[in-house]
């Protein structure tokens, strides 16, 4: 237990370290694309308007990116 990263498995040793690890080598990969009306996250920003299209047809939403 600790503080692994997630995406490539290297162990940090706090919380906060994990935290920086994140944002520096793995900022992209951690970009979420999510729909403002059902809350689903996407990791690519087609797959999120794909989304919009298929599951809230006629619905206006705006895309948002949380870092
Ligand atoms: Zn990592
Ligand atoms: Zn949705």
Redesign the pocket.
Known sequence: MGNKCELCNTALGSKEELLAHVEKYHRRETSVFT?D????TFRLEAELMD??KT??PGRV?RATVSL
Not at 37 to 40: D, F
């Open positions: 729909c009306t059902c809350g689903a989304h919009l599951s809230h939403s």
